[in-house]
């Protein structure tokens, strides 16, 4: 069975010695110093390995079960979400007033990593409640706030976001759930919706529904779509619950993995439902979130990718095939552990630059959330909405890749169920799908982001590059090793946009047919500065001394593969966003 | 539930006009006019739409079961099994002199790609049968082909191959199971072997299992291996089964994919074993049909490939979401199909492109082994050898990818159970593990077949691009869209082997460490190559005439999208072979 153990070190060399952040001057983030993250660290890590990771399997093993209507979790799932409400995990950056304990999200997004990469099945219940209950938090009259949010933050109670329906996904203009406005205030909310992750389940005592659809004689299409609060209970004015709402699970869905987590078809027939923020701006509510929630996906796709390599690294220490080349280095045994092979060290190389690479990106996105939200800082805002779609499709892309590259590893191991790995891969699936497809990501990230705000977002981020660079460039440790990849990449990165503006005016499918390589492409710019920057970090701790040289050394090697064999992907991505859109507009649709 | 539909019209333009089967000097390829091949094509294609593919989803979702030691495969399966045995399928390509038909390879292929899109874990069955009557034809005595080939061509007896151990996979020299030489010239055989795909099953009368093992006293390590002949049921005298033999099916797996087909733990115990071929020479004798498997995995790859992107096309021409940005293609419906999208459209060409090119390598592959085997030619021989690791490499990697994509086109609908995308990635997923894993296949290229017979293969090769790019280079419909990119492409490929000439020389872990990346920017390579071939047949048939202009004008700009969006991926490998060894194996195993 799979084991994890939480990169409680990696994530405070990140916290402390990169992002610097209990300098920084974010409300909250004075309290954020390196003992105080690090217990926090170590106590998440802890139940991550003991309490959440000897479920994973058993979660996709059994999966989730309907009888009459009820979804029944696997075995122990209920156990250990009482467990991890009692330790107050969910609420973590929560707000006080509503019993969280207000911790940056930055703090969160580390302890989310681990859950996640433990049990990504399981987490996800107590995710979707905080999406929810972040929506109430941003769009929730005072009195939705009160009778919701405490129970929520405690996840006493959990939530749902109810988007897609039968016919459509992204094209959310086309839902066809309708809400009837009543008398009282409250509407009638009459539709199908499915992939409702955690739609029923039995560890909560109620389930707040978070639906989306369109107020009877309202605007059509997209303009004409308002959220919705249904609870699957009706809550009685002191708080207790009431009449069981017209909203039911139809069926759960079999899935390719996440077994753990009930996906359901949720059916509302004349349910009561509260609007939640303005009519017909029901978009406008969940986008607020949507930033959140997309980081948080990226995230699973680096946790998925961490946890499956820990395992990988494991077995080729263990494993013994063939000789290594050079000479035996384990002449005693009958062979030579996997990891003396080029070719496995190729893959663990990649695996684990890209899941610190990528773990350093997460912390700093989560860092301009918390500039955006706490600071009220306008361009932190910006530049992460900027980078989000970068966050969820590049973190999610690569990390369904690595988990294929740690299945690998194992042989014919790997295919068989009994060692986990294929769960890895098959859990980590889902996240190149959810929260947007990643191609509706590389068409936000192009269509939308790019040009946002007359470009300054994009030309903050370059700024940011160039001010690295600049800052360094005497760094004679740094420059052929890091800065000038990082700068190579980073110029292609620029003739792509500066394509996109050319061409895309002339064809907009000049710059969508290049929109996903775009992606691609941002991202691994974002890795590179990342990995210069660890670099640097890791020079500085070597220069000031330190009891510990191994683990910056390692840090500087894992960053020299990232630029020398990662990074230049940057040129092909340019050279087929620079191909244009004819290439790939140029069939008839018949003619495929 | 998915469809399939055997791309016939596809292969044939392949056969006849781009490689001119019929007219090539190979013995038997006189027979193979258009006419004829087209007849068992439609015939072979009518058997996996409508026998093999209603099954596809059975296969997965029952999975086999084993009781009381008995294997039963899905319902469904036995009667398949039966219908194919009728038509003569499984001997299409063994010698007429035991029941087969005597076709070329070429056509065993063709079929067995559609066979395989259509079940792959059905089509094992026979698959795996097939590469054991074929070890049994060129090793076997007179008296031991007599025994076994009738049954086997005809698949009333099945086949398969016992090589992997628990500890052991890749290094065979490890393994542990044991021959003691008995007073009649046979062996008892004891020991156990894993992952040994249709092991025991419901299908047959008799499987013949051939088996890895050391004879007692022989010498150590790989030298030692024979391989055995171990029938599930003796077969006596007159041909008849006699008792049931010391072997037992110990469990099957659960696995990711290809469910329908039975992998067992394969239990020996004094089971009685006839050598095949010489004592000690066992590895040999299982090299001898290796590149014929490892084509056949290389096609599993390409095949789901295939059938995944039909199902992808068919939904983005179905689904309806979003509008085409340059203005709607179905301004009466409610939003446009997702094949109006750019990179709908970039999924779906990357899709296409690698599947026609890779069933054109794959189908010149094919001819390859006919000239060596037919044709007893030595050069075709060592250059289908060299080959080989590329065919299985990159198109079972290339083709994993192609069902990722495809599945992506669906999006949430892609991760449920429901649509059958998920299975298209769990099946193609073992075929890069199995057969070597593709890491296995790069050392074998890199390490192997590339200074095989001194290097005269690959410069063979490099003479085959030289020559195609030389005849024409004054056809300018060919020059800037496809012999350009091929010729640059072909240049990276050779700038690759120079590397490893030179660096691999002062450290071998320079050559290995760029292993992986080199089989892929082959594969790139030989996908130029078919391209640049395709796109010479289909200009040919444009400027002759042709009552299906259509057909040509789309491989033209099909080929165009390969040319300028895939093939520049050789230049990234390049970058990434040239980095060398250092930050691959910079850190000490402990540290990462």
Known sequence: MPSYTAPTKDMQFILHEVLDISAQDIPGYDEMERDFTGAVLDEAGKIASEVLTPLNTVGDTEGCRMENGVVYTPTGFKDAFAQMKEGGWPGLDMPEEYGGQNMPYVLGTAVGEMFSAANQAFTMY???????????????????????????????????????????????????TK????????????????????????????????????????????????????????????????????????????????????????????????????????????????????????????????AAFQNALEYAKDRLQGRDVTGPKNPDGPADPLIVHPDIRRSLMAQKSFTEGGRAFLLWGATLIDRAHRGEDASADGLVSLLTPVIKGFLTDQGYDMTVLAQQVYGGHGYIEEWGMSQFT??????????????????????????????????????????????????????????????????????????????????????????????????????????????????????TGTSDPDFYE?????????????????ATHLVRIQSGGDTVMALEAANF
Chains 1, 2 share one sequence.
């Not at 996906?263 to 949507?290: I, Q, S, W």
């Open 126 to 176: 107590q995710g979707l409640t905080h999406g929810a209950a972040s929506a109430i938090l941003v769009h929730g009259t005072e009195e939705q706030k009160n009778t919701y949010l405490p129970k929520m933050v405690s996840c006493d109670w959990t939530g749902t976001m109810n988007l897609t329906e039968p016919h459509c996904g992204t094209d959310l203009g086309l839902m066809r």
């Open 426 to 543: 098959r859990d980590a699936r889902i996240a190149m799908i959810y929260e947007g497809a990643n191609g509706v990501q590389a068409l936000d990230l192009v269509g939308r982001k790019l040009s946002q705000d007359g470009g300054k977002h994009v030309m903050a981020f370059f700024d940011l590059v160039k001010d690295f660079l600049k800052k360094n460039e005497h760094n004679a440790a740094l420059k052929a090793d890091f800065l000038d990849p990082l700068k190579a990449a980073s110029k292609d990165l620029q003739a792509a946009g500066m394509y996109f503006m050319q061409e895309g005016m002339k064809n907009p499918n000049n710059a969508l047919s290049g929109s996903y390589d775009f992606m691609h492409l941002f991202g691994h710019v974002c890795l590179g500065l990342m990995w210069a920057q660890m670099a640097k970090a890791a020079l500085t701790a070597l220069e």
């Open 179 to 306: 809400a009837e406005p009543q008398a009282d205030g409250s509407y009638k909310i009459t539709g199908q919706k499915i992939f409702i992750s955690a739609g029923e389940h039995d560890m909560a005592d109620n389930i707040i529904h978070l639906v989306l659809g369109k107020i009877v004689g309202g605007p059509e299409g997209i303009k004409g779509v308002s959220l919705f609060i249904v609870p699957k209970f009706l809550v009685n004015e002191d708080g207790s619950l009431g009449a069981r709402n017209g909203v039911s699970c139809g069926k759960i869905e079999e899935k390719m993995g996440i077994h753990g987590n009930s996906t359901c078809v949720m059916n509302y027939d004349e349910a009561t439902g509260y609007l939640l923020g303005e009519e017909h701006k029901g978009m406008r509510a969940m986008f607020t979130m949507m930033n959140e929630a997309r980081i948080g996906v990226g995230m699973q796709g680096l946790a998925q990718a961490e």
């Open 554 to 570: 390692t840090k500087l090697a894992t960053g020299r593969f990232y630029m020398a064999r990662q990074l230049p992907m940057t």
